[in-house]
């Protein structure tokens, strides 16, 4: 195997994420510094996510899939890393036709089979097979106490479905399902990738976020076949979004949810490395105009 050297704006890069990235051990003064940056972001007309939720009439997770969808823009990061809001995004908001119900409306979910079903006017068996065939994405998902898969799907989704395809609410499957029923497939967690990988993309435009969202897709050892640069593998970890709003911090649980995040047929896998090496090749390009490797 070729043995990849780093190049000097690469170490240099890498020290100064870690510099950033890096714990530092706490100190007296942190609560006060803490205090005075809450103080300076108000100041600017930057508000948190707890209050912006309020502000908005929202609920924590209301407000999250909100953001997830690109409803709210998220404004500059906090000095912590925490999203904070502008007072003209919210305004923005705000002044939407049919606010504040049509903006609840647009992030509530139906949590589960039945509870889709039921919006769809259907019976939960039909629910599943339309959902694990492809016909309908989740926008989220649960662990349950037994650490099985809950899907969440956006009612206002499921409402246009049942309106556009009346067809598929009754009757035979079509060929094409009764084939990845016999087949035993699930659609669903692949979907899901899709539309949360597409959501992450449309957030940044920098080249390399970019890359490191398809990169956190990737299984580990298809991670570095693509990019067999090990430093370029620290770098775009370090950028990897955060687990989607929900997922969960107990064991048990989180290790049935991370494997939600991680693409599993071969197709899929295949896609996701097509994908990085491409967004690699520009991101590796735009470093060479500015002579630094990693966010610009």
């Known amino acids: ?31 006060t510094d803490a205090t005075d940056a809450t103080r300076m972001a108000q100041a600017a007309g930057l508000v948190g996510g707890g209050r912006a939720a309020g502000e908005l009439g929202l609920s ?23 999203a904070r809001y502008t007072r003209t995004e919210l305004d923005r908001v705000r002044s939407a036709e049919g606010f504040p119900d049509a903006l609840r409306e647009r992030v509530e979910t139906a949590a589960g089979a039945e509870a889709a079903a039921a919006v769809l006017g259907v019976g939960p068996s039909r629910f ?5 065939c492809g016909h309908l994405t989740p926008v989220g998902y649960r662990i349950n106490r037994y650490r099985a898969v809950v899907w969440l799907y956006l009612t206002a989704e499921l409402r246009d479905f049942a309106a556009r395809e009346p067809g598929m ?8 399902d009764r084939e990845l029923i ?45 990019v067999p640069d090990a ?10 979004p955060p687990p989607p ?24 896998v295949g896609w996701y490395r097509t994908s990085l090496d491409f967004a690699l090749t520009g991101a590796r390009g ?5 002579g630094e490797r990693g966010p610009t």
């Open 169 to 176: 609410l009754r009757g035979s499957a079509p060929p094409g």
């Open 286 to 290: 735009q470093s060479k105009s500015t």
């Open 60 to 82: 924590r997770s209301e407000f999250a899939r909100a953001v997830q969808l690109g409803i709210v823009r998220s404004g500059p990061q906090g000095a912590a890393g925490s």
């Open 182 to 226: 016999e087949a035993r497939a699930d659609l669903r967690p692949r979907k899901w990738r899709e539309r949360h990988v597409g959501l992450l993309l449309r957030r940044t435009a920098d080249p390399w976020e970019r890359a490191a969202v398809l990169a956190s897709v990737l299984p580990e050892d298809d991670l570095r076949a693509t």
């Open 245 to 268: 709003f929900g997922h969960p911090q107990v064991p048990p649980a989180a290790e049935v949810a991370a494997r939600l995040l991680r693409a599993g047929p071969p197709d899929e």
């Open 231 to 240: 430093a370029e593998r620290i770098l775009l970890g370090a950028l990897a």
């Open 128 to 132: 599943t097979r339309l959902a694990r």
């Open 1 to 31: 195997m070729t043995r990849t050297v780093q190049a000097p704006q690469t170490v240099r890069t890498l020290q100064a994420l870690q510099a950033v990235r890096t714990p530092q051990e706490p100190r007296a003064t942190d609560a």
